[in-house]
């Protein structure tokens, strides 16, 4: 390699400007006041170590006769992630469509929608699980309502802006020869946003079936119901069965979603 194909190589020197300092001085004052505003103490972590380890060691030694309870509820908990995931992602497409700005030229009608679009993005799952618990009750309809919406929440997002960013050629075509905004959808829009949606949607079944575990702590149903009751009843060893049943599963869904994701987008 020649000296100017070296030069070429190196990274270009940036200056560290004031703007820079100003920030480092801002995080490391806000990281301050932050441990000081939150009584964080590092010392009372490791004082407390030794419970740790006596708990990690329980759930180290997983109870196997256990698996027979906890698959039931992990089922449960997949349904649940399942049928939230479906509802969610359908709404989230007919949503996507309207807030699109090449497929609706309405900035009233987009930028509403994008309003309460917005709000419901801002609402965190926990709440909402717990919302729907008090709602409908202790059981699996409270978390698929939750995940529901926080499906449709995360769907909508990525994929409006997919919409936003295809070839305009093939719609400009459709309308060249006299097609309708329906025209435009089914044979300009459709083919060329479906791999996107699908991908997503799995993407938010990746996330659904974790966060179906956290949501059936709080009374949501599912396999984290059954943690729960576990870890108040000191039962580690079943405890560490249902994190590695769990784990597994988790594993397994998001290694095989992945793959389909490649492939959608290849």
């Not at 490391?28 to 000081?36: D, T």
Request: glycine content about 8%; aromatic content about 12%; some cysteine.
């Amino acid at each position: 390699m020649s000296a100017t194909d070296r030069d070429m190589l190196k990274l270009p020197k940036k200056k560290f400007s004031m703007w820079n300092w100003a920030w480092a001085i801002f995080m490391v004052v806000g990281l301050i006041l932050s441990v000081q505003e939150t009584n964080t103490s590092l010392s009372q972590f490791f004082a407390n170590f030794g419970q740790f380890g006596e708990i990690f060691v329980a759930m180290a030694q997983p109870d196997w006769s256990y698996a027979g309870t906890a698959i039931p509820y992990l089922v449960e908990t997949i349904k649940m992630a399942i049928i939230s995931t479906v509802i969610g992602s359908a709404l989230a497409f007919v949503y996507s469509l309207l807030i699109a700005r090449n497929i609706i030229h309405n900035k009233v009608v987009t930028g509403v929608l994008r309003f309460i679009m917005n709000i419901i993005r801002t609402i965190p799952d926990l709440l909402l699980g717990s919302i729907f618990v008090a709602i409908v009750g202790i059981g699996p309809v409270a978390g698929i309502c939750a995940l529901t919406v926080f499906t449709f929440g995360v769907v909508v997002k990525l994929f409006y802006e997919a919409i936003e960013t295809i070839d305009p050629g093939p719609s400009e075509a459709i309308k060249a020869v006299g097609g309708n905004n329906m025209n435009n959808v089914m044979f300009a829009v459709m083919p060329q946003i479906l791999p996107y949606f699908v991908s997503y949607a799995l993407y938010a079944f990746e996330i659904n079936v974790r966060a179906s575990t956290v949501l059936g702590y709080i009374g949501a149903g599912g396999i984290g119901l059954q943690l729960k009751n576990t870890l108040d009843m000191f039962q580690y060893n079943q405890t560490g069965m249902i994190i590695l049943v769990v784990f597994i599963v988790v594993l397994i869904i998001d290694f095989v979603s992945t793959k389909a994701r490649e492939a959608l987008m290849r």
